[in-house]
């Protein structure tokens, strides 16, 4: 559970650092629902 968006900051900037080393491995997008 998402409470005051606590875990969602980590993930994206997981998600960002991932993006830099890996682009063409970025399969996951947090606007994709």
């Known amino acids: 559970q998402l409470r ?3 875990e969602l900051p ?3 900037a ?3 650092a991932w993006s ?3 682009p063409e ?3 996951w ?3 994709d629902r």
């Open 4 to 6: 005051g968006g606590e």
């Open 10 to 12: 980590a993930h994206e």
């Open 14 to 16: 997981f998600w960002f």
């Open 20 to 22: 830099q080393f890996h």
């Open 25 to 27: 491995t970025l399969v």
């Open 29 to 31: 997008t947090p606007l």
